[in-house]
């Protein structure tokens, strides 16, 4: 069934916001919830690459978003 559209939101915001925090990167709410929601569809595609999935609910999902986004912005800075 999966968390929904209003959801999917409101973690990848938190998931962002997280994730900006941990790596002190100065982000808006826009850039953290696309952040959030794209670091969780990344790092839920390498999870199920080795055969991990993780739940569709909320707690699961935040953490698989907070990970995607730290991953997601250390990149970013790799690059950059």
Known sequence: MGLGIIASIIVGGLAGWIASM???ADTGILTNIILGIIG???LNLI???VGIY???T????L???I???VLLI???RKLR
């Not at 909320?58 to 999902?61: A, E, G, Y």
């Open 67 to 69: 990970i995607g986004a």
């Open 22 to 24: 941990i790596m002190k």
């Open 54 to 56: 993780a739940a569709n």
């Open 47 to 49: 999870l199920s690459v």
């Open 74 to 76: 250390w990149g970013y």
């Open 58 to 61: 909320w707690i699961p999902q």
């Open 63 to 65: 953490i698989v978003g």
């Open 40 to 42: 969780a569809v990344v």
